[in-house]
């Protein structure tokens, strides 16, 4: 749920990217990290690794300030994707405004893919958090290794959920990431803005919201 | 309630200890005294950032860029210091839900387990409830098995009695009439005359006995009825004086019986139960009787049927001994006497009442120790 602090006009939003074990969830982030150029962008926190997998959690915190002076935070987390750490999941998991679900391509892991979907289902309820309602990006990851599911087959079996249009990604190679963000910020919009005007009472409306937070550094002083 | 994922302030970072070391260190290190805080302290004060949030405010210090320089390498520090809090605070907040959830799914078991046991209890209730219900059914069967048994015995000492007794009665007329002939033609004399009436008397008595033994036997079958089905149309009258014949032949006819039967309309039911009912009721009224106190005076049964409603009423009432209160609640259970062993079986109103439920019917007992008992017995008309 979104932090709104009156007193420092001070928004804060918080996106988790979930997802099954080695599915490139933290190279999302720190390809983020690289490419994004927001207008305000802190420091990628890694937690502790181990072989480098995700002990604890990976952030990265990226704002912007509105022309009526608000404060606008945007949290993104990544959990742990192993099997064990489902309770370290869940509190990450806990008031995530956003879910972004990085899905292995490969045709070995679709079985993972679903038990992970499975489990983040199971967690956002036990959180307080409905799946249906909550903005939410599938990304399909490791598009650059050869045999993947080819992408016709995932949209065509995603087609009916809410969560189509699946965003086909090579987190490694910097291919998708931005574009699975842009589209989280725009169904994340769609909510904040019912409840806090951003438009009305902020003068930021969806396209500049998604626009400066996801700027890319290419694009800088655009 | 804080979350792990809140800005941290500076005293959450670090404490004054820790703060006053960082400031010396930081002084020692510039030309000019240094101060780390929480507040703004002047216009000259450079902001320490972490994480897009001003964690404090660099005073002090030789010049601007010294201030710069600072700043900069207190957020370095910080950043450190705050992933250890993070994941600090993040395994903490893990493990105290894992703790809650643990909580719960004992709760939860113990919850199931409580059902469980409760569930079990109520099965052994209902094994008992059973297994009480089948020693019940096995001992009615074993007691009507008896009582067809006996049925069939006395049918069949009825059965061949009868024809001796019906020659016997006849024959015993024929030779009144011969003795009455053999008198006319005697010479008149005083040992003849005597002879003749004493002849007569014999003969007289013998009647009445053969009578009685007719009697007997035609109540016999009543009481056996065994050559009828199972259910049939019963008078409840007829089989009432059975009964109280037989009670009398049992006690040699010393009973003082009161009659009040009205007439009612014959039920549907089972003749040999329901005398056998009658016999056990009145059997106890005059046990009842005869252990009442001397002094009581003379014992009295009252038999009485009558229509009420949609029902035959049958009360046998006496004046006797009456049920001590102790043992009321007792007196319907199987196997429960007050008499010596050996003689009640203890099944007298257990019967009873079992044959009342199975006609649709009830058994009420009324008593009053050292004055009397009252048993009504309600029959439905079908």
Redesign the interface.
Known sequence: MPDFSPDDNKL?L?VVFYGPALSGKTTNLMQLHSLLNPE????L?V??TRDDRTL??D?L???LRGRSGLDL?L?L?TVPGQVQHD??R???L??ADGVVFVADSQPSHQDNNAIAFGNLEENLEKVGLDIDTLPMVVQFNKRDIPNVVPEQELQERWAETPWSPLVMASALRGEGVIETFQMLLDRLYTDIDNEFHLARDHSITRGEFVERLSRSSSERGV | MR???D?PTLQDLVNSDQLNRLNQSLTALCSAPVQLSEQRPGPDAVPVE???ETVGWLSGAGSAEERQAAAGMVAFLM?FI??YR??AN??H???E??YA?LQRQNEALKESEARYRELSDQLQEKVDEQVSVINQTQQELYESARLRSVGQLAAGVAHEINNPIGFISSNLRVARDYVKELGEALPETNANRELLADFNDLLAESIDGASRIASIVSDLKTFSSIDQADYTRCSINQLLNSAIHLVQTEYQHQLNIVERLNEVPEISGHPSRLSQTFFNLLDNAAQAIRDAEPEKGQGRILVKTQVQANEVQIIIQDNGCGIPEDQRAKVFDAFFTSRPIGSGTGLGLTVARDTARAHGGQLQLDTREGTGTRVLLTLPIN
Do not use: Q
């Open positions: 804060a918080k305000r962008k802190g420091e926190m937690l502790e604890f959690f952030m915190p990226i704002g935070r949290k987390y309770s370290t869940k509190a990450v806990s008031r | 979350n792990f994922e800005d972490f994480n897009l950043m705050a992933k993070l994941a993040l395994h907040d893990a493990t839900a894992g959830e």
